[in-house]
């Protein structure tokens, strides 16, 4: 089971973009297939923003998928998330997670998650 | 509005069961195995708890169990603990023809 560490910033301004980075570490980014960011809002339930496979594919969240770039770099074993034009509604806690091996989009490792306010 | 339909809350006293549903379409959980639920305590990552529809992670206390019935799972937790207090969700995958991941809204457990 590998480990998952988000960073980024906790504050971004309306209109502007949501960067996090999700760090793999325990085990290589190619050792699992999808690679996945979640989010909740506060005192809310979880919504699922989108997933990249290790070659680089990518399925978005139909209801975010023209604001959300979702990208992997092997060379460093994380991969991150964009989205773009955020607004109040997008202020969150965001978590990665990995899916459990054989368990399609069943995800057993998550990160500790990253709290990401939209305000000015 | 949450993909999948799970009741807001569900209490009962310890050493009781009780059970969780989690109701979806053709589409999602009535057409796949890909049926998990996840355990969140507050403050907390969301923990895996069933996959498969009725398999548990290693570890998982066999307290948890797992079924279906058309388009709608059900989690049961028996031998209520304390420990149990926690938010539970219910999650699909539909499928890589379409490919997306639903979570139901989420389900209060209260332990009396």
């Known amino acids: 089971q590998v480990q998952l560490q988000e960073s980024g910033p906790g504050l971004v301004k309306p209109s502007g973009t949501l960067s996090l980075t999700c760090a793999v570490s325990?085990?290589?980014?190619?050792?699992?297939?999808?690679w996945t960011w979640v989010r909740q809002p506060p005192g809310q339930g979880l919504e699922w923003i989108g997933e990249?496979?290790?070659?680089?594919?990518?399925n978005y969240n139909p209801s975010l998928s023209s604001r959300v770039t979702i990208s992997v770099d092997k060379s460093k074993n994380q991969f991150s998330l964009k989205l773009s034009s955020v607004t109040a509604a997008d202020t969150a806690m965001y978590y990665c997670?990995?899916?459990?091996?054989?368990?399609?989009?069943?995800?057993?490792?998550w990160g500790q998650g990253i709290l990401v306010t939209v305000s000015s | 509005q949450s993909a999948l339909t799970q009741p807001a809350s569900v209490s009962g006293s310890p050493g009781q069961s009780i059970t969780i549903s989690c109701t979806g379409t053709?589409?999602?959980?009535?057409?796949?195995?890909?049926v998990s639920w996840y355990q969140q305590h507050p403050g907390k990552a969301p923990k895996l708890i069933i996959y498969?529809?009725?398999k548990r992670p290693s570890g998982v206390s066999n307290r948890f169990s797992g079924s279906t019935s058309g388009n709608t799972a059900s989690l049961t937790i028996s031998g209520l603990q304390a420990e149990d207090e926690a938010d539970y969700y219910c999650?699909?995958?539909?499928?890589?023809?379409?490919?997306?991941?639903?979570f139901g809204g989420g389900t209060k457990v209260t332990v009396l």
């Open positions: 997670a990995s899916e459990l091996p054989g368990a399609a989009r069943q995800f057993d490792s």
């Open positions: 325990g085990g290589s980014i190619t050792g699992s297939d999808w």
């Open positions: 053709r589409s999602d959980v009535g057409g796949h195995s890909f």
């Open positions: 999650s699909a995958y539909t499928g890589a023809s379409a490919p997306r991941v639903l």
């Open positions: 498969d529809i009725i």
């Open positions: 990249v496979y290790h070659s680089g594919s990518t």
